[in-house]
C-alpha cells in the first residue's frame, strides 16, 4: 500500500498563492506518475497536474501558466505550486500515486479562493 497525506490548503483571497504538498510513504517503490486531482461540489474530479518520476509534466489547460507541479524524489513528496487563483480554482484537491498502474488517494484538501 502507499499512504499520501496532504498539506497546505486552505483561505486564499482571488489573486493569491497557495503551494500543496504530498509526501508519499509505505511501498513507494515502483511509483511513477504523481498527480493532483480537484473535485467541487456538483462537479466530477478532474485532473489539475502531473507529473511522471522524470520529470514530464501536464496540465489542465486552466491551469496553465498559473499552476506549477513539481516532485522530489528523495523526499518521495509532489508539490504544487498555484499562483493566480480564481474563485473557479476552489475545490477539495486530491493527491494521487500511480504504482504499477495501480492508483492511490491521499485524504484530500480544502482549497477555497474567496474575498
Known amino acids: 500500500q502507499v499512504q499520501l497525506v496532504e498539506s497546505g490548503g486552505g483561505l486564499v483571497q482571488p489573486g493569491g498563492s497557495l503551494r500543496l504538498s504530498c509526501a508519499a510513504s509505505?511501498?513507494?517503490?515502483?511509483?511513477?506518475?504523481m498527480g493532483w486531482y480537484r473535485q467541487a461540489p456538483g462537479k466530477q474530479r478532474e485532473l489539475v497536474a502531473a507529473?511522471?518520476?522524470?520529470?514530464?509534466?501536464n496540465y489542465a489547460d486552466s491551469v496553465k501558466g498559473r499552476f506549477t507541479i513539481s516532485r522530489d524524489n528523495a523526499k518521495n513528496t509532489v508539490y504544487l505550486q498555484m499562483n493566480v487563483l480564481k474563485p473557479e480554482d476552489s475545490a477539495v484537491y486530491y493527491c494521487?500515486?500511480?504504482?504499477w498502474g495501480i492508483g492511490f488517494w491521499g485524504q484530500g484538501t480544502q482549497v477555497t479562493v474567496s474575498s
Open positions: 494521487n500515486a500511480d504504482r
Open positions: 509505505g511501498r513507494i517503490f515502483g511509483i511513477n506518475a
Open positions: 507529473i511522471t518520476s522524470g520529470g514530464s509534466t
